[in-house]
């Protein structure tokens, strides 16, 4: 998903890749200055489509990497901006390992800005949490719904398993709301962009062990944490993490999925 050249004649959209292309400048503008905050050593642009954020980052960054799938896209893109100042990595960005990608400053990290594919969103905000040490900041466009999970809390009803692994390693604020007439074609539902920057102090844990807990927590909300928990915590560990078992997953704070990890991890 990206932005509109003004010329699409040639390209229809592609259902299979999620393409949806912006077209809003007001809208990729303001993708664009808050990706570029701060002037960021290295940028990497997921999925730039036709190249309308690009165009926007390229004006503000003297080079940038973008990471797209469509090989009919990625044609179009060098023969569009060349090769000096964007470069273009023909790849899945969910088989991508950052490390790997060419970058203005080795040893800086990437500020990372895109219009996620609605299908694969959620999967890569994991993949990229899986590289955070590469990472400054991420700016996101991701489904409005998406982005209530990411900013929800303990209690409401969009919180969940996405939520508590994204607000143990990130902090993350809503910049924005996007309609579905700013894209081509319009998407059915609306959009968010969303900032995403690795919490300074993340607490220990041992973040498989936590997230194999929160999956079994949250794969039955209305059972309470007794029951979905059985087969990975004893009560006696429950006691120990200061946990009430009679509760459900959704009275949980990030935290106390952290504890409950402590508690059932064998002494060394």
Request: proline share 9%; hydrophobic share 45%; aromatic share 6%.
């Amino acid at each position: 998903m990206s932005g509109n050249d003004g010329s699409m004649a040639w390209h229809l959209p592609r259902k299979r890749f999620g393409q949806h292309f912006l077209h809003d400048r007001q809208v990729l503008d303001r993708i664009a200055r808050a990706g570029c905050a701060g002037n960021p050593s290295n940028l990497l642009e997921i999925g730039p489509g036709l190249g309308a954020l690009t165009e926007m980052l390229l004006e503000r960054l003297p080079e940038i990497t973008a990471v797209e799938l469509d090989r009919d896209l990625v044609v179009r893109l060098a023969g569009r901006f060349g090769s000096d100042r964007l470069k273009l990595v023909q790849k899945d960005i969910l088989r991508c390992d950052l490390a790997d990608l060419p970058r203005r400053c080795p040893d800086m990290p990437f500020r990372v800005v895109g219009n996620l594919p609605y299908n694969i969103s959620t999967p890569l905000l994991f993949h990229l949490m899986d590289q955070l040490p590469q990472i400054d900041i991420m700016v996101f466009m991701v489904q409005k719904e998406v982005a209530a999970r990411l900013a929800a809390t303990p209690g409401e009803k969009a919180y969940g398993r996405l939520s508590v692994m994204v607000a143990l390693e990130l902090e993350c604020e809503t910049l924005f709301d996007v309609p579905p007439e700013a894209f081509t074609p319009p998407p059915k539902v609306d959009s968010s962009i969303v900032r995403l920057v690795p919490r300074p102090d993340p607490m220990a844990m041992d973040r498989k062990l936590v997230g194999r807990l929160v999956s079994a927590a949250f794969a039955q909300r209305r059972k309470t944490l007794r029951n979905t928990l059985r087969e990975l915590v004893t009560p006696a560990q429950f006691r120990e993490a200061g946990i009430d078992p009679s509760l459900r997953a959704e009275a949980l704070g990030p935290g106390d999925f952290v504890r409950l990890s402590a508690a059932i991890t064998p002494e060394p």
